[in-house]
Nanobody, 127 residues
Framework: QVQLVESGGGSVQTGGSLRLSCAASEATSSAVCMGWFRQVPGREREGVAVIDSDGNAMTVDSVKGRFTISKDNAKTTLFLQMNSLKPEDTAMYYC?????????????????????WGQGTQVTVSS
């Protein structure tokens, strides 16, 4: 059974950078779409970025130009490079394998189309 394990979270100051990694227990090359979500307490888990099997990526407007999603050539690791971090980026970040092809990560209730979640990694940005 495929498992997703995130790492790379931590605490940074405003303007700092972090790189999240998501290691899959087997190649995710068969996955049509992989993505990153985030959640703060009391709010719904929301999509941040997705990438398809061809490497085409989409991000939500709130992180556009600051966050970049990518994956390694062996397609066993998914990344989220986060630059110019803001306090509002503070959240638990989750790696996800999507059911079916990629939709825009801002798609309503996109979290319902996730077929596999990682355990999450905390990102905290202080002002």
């Amino acid at each position: 059974q495929v498992q997703l394990v995130e790492s790379g979270g931590g605490s940074v100051q405003t303007g700092g950078s972090l790189r999240l990694s998501c290691a899959a227990s087997e190649a995710t090359s068969s996955a049509v779409c992989m993505g990153w979500f985030r959640q703060v307490p009391g709010r719904e888990r929301e999509g941040v970025a997705v990438i398809d099997s061809d490497g085409n990526a989409m991000t939500v407007d709130s992180v556009k130009g600051r966050f970049t999603i990518s994956k390694d050539n062996a397609k066993t690791t998914l990344f989220l490079q986060m630059n110019s971090l803001k306090p509002e980026d503070t959240a638990m970040y989750y790696c996800a394998r999507m059911r079916g092809g990629c939709r825009h990560p801002g798609y309503p209730f996109y979290r319902l189309l996730v077929e596999l979640w990682g355990q999450g990694t905390q990102v905290t940005v202080s002002s």
